[in-house]
């Protein structure tokens, strides 16, 4: 790898390589989305097909409407719609940690990925990405816990001043030092992730343990290309947004579909950038030459009695 290319330019190039798997996973998401959001819509349509009251969400999105038609008896429990949706959400997160070390092989690989070589790296190593997992929920959970617990306590003691923006530029700042925190933690497992597939590692605790040692000294690197990337993907939010609600017209179903889906799209794509970022990472540390040792020649002496020779002119 170039020396003088940036991390960032680097995992760009890796998922821009790449995007197949991004476009593969969109779709996956899309079409696993449309059968959770199947029983929403048939419960819908049972109200909202026989009302007039309806076009207020057909030309536009009343609050009052919809919760409205969430509380009428026809509509059935909340749970019948949330609940489907809950399961398509895991049975993705499952999709991906199946299919994630595959991704992670075809991202470190210089060629083209074969298919059998793809669903082999996924099938070895699902059970290291489901330990992996563990250690992430023991290690990212109490800590998220404490940092949750003490923005508690200093916005609460913020409330007691009187200072009134005190509590929200409290609430801010909490708010951008947990961001920080789980996205160090986010890229130490990114970094055990890349090294359990690509060394192909069965005992997770050391990969976990190597990960955290090649980070620590990286951690402005490493750290400044995933905010970097996530700055990226909420402007992409905010833009969106702000198409959807200015440009696209409130009848337009299609316009807001693809608005939404774009936006979609683009936030898989910075994640998956990110992932190629701790390959590029990973790589680059793997093939950096050791430090040249230059051998300690030990003196020669002559023993003792020896005469040293003499020379003539």
């Keep these: 790898m170039d020396e003088k290319k940036s991390l960032l330019s680097a995992g760009a190039q890796i998922a821009r390589r790449n995007k197949r798997y991004v476009i593969w996973f969109y779709l996956l ?9 199947a029983a929403f819509r048939n419960q ?7 009302s007039r009251y309806a076009d207020k ?12 038609m969430l509380n009428r008896p026809e509509f059935g429990p909340t749970n019948a719609s949330t609940m489907p949706a809950f399961y398509f959400a895991f049975l993705f997160f499952l999709a991906t940690m199946l299919f994630l070390p595959g991704v992670l092989l075809g991202y470190a690989s210089d060629h083209r ?29 109490p800590i998220s816990g404490i940092l949750g617990a003490a923005q ?21 700042a909490f708010f951008g030092i947990i961001f920080l925190v789980l996205t160090a933690i986010r890229i130490w497992f990114d970094l055990a992730q890349t090294q359990v597939v690509i060394r192909d590692q069965g005992k997770v605790r ?11 000294h990286h951690r402005a690197q490493l750290l400044g290309s995933y905010v970097f990337i996530a700055f990226l993907a909420m402007i992409v939010l905010v833009v969106g947004i702000w198409i959807w609600i200015k440009i696209v017209p409130a009848p337009s179903v299609l316009g807001a579909f693809i608005v939404s889906q774009a936006i979609l799209l683009v936030w898989l794509a910075a994640r998956f950038w990110q992932r190629a970022c701790a390959v590029a990472f990973y790589l680059e540390r793997e093939n950096e030459p050791a430090a040249d040792v230059i051998p300690v020649r030990e003196p020669v002496f002559p023993p003792i009695g020896a005469t040293e020779p003499t020379t003539g002119i």
Excluded: W
């Design 152 to 172: 508690n306590a200093l916005t609460k003691a913020a409330d007691q001043t009187s200072n009134e923006r005190l509590p929200f530029f409290t609430q801010l």
């Design 29 to 37: 998401n899309l079409t696993l989305a449309s059968f959770g959001a």
């Design 57 to 68: 969400l057909l030309h536009g999105f009343h609050l009052v409407v919809l919760l409205e």
């Design 206 to 216: 050391k990969s976990i343990a190597a990960a955290f040692r090649s980070m620590k």
């Design 113 to 141: 990925l074969p298919r059998t070589e793809f669903y082999r790296t996924c099938g070895h190593n699902i059970s290291r990405f489901v330990r992996l997992l563990l250690f992430f929920l023991i290690i990212a959970g």
């Design 44 to 50: 819908a349509h049972a109200i909202l097909d026989y």
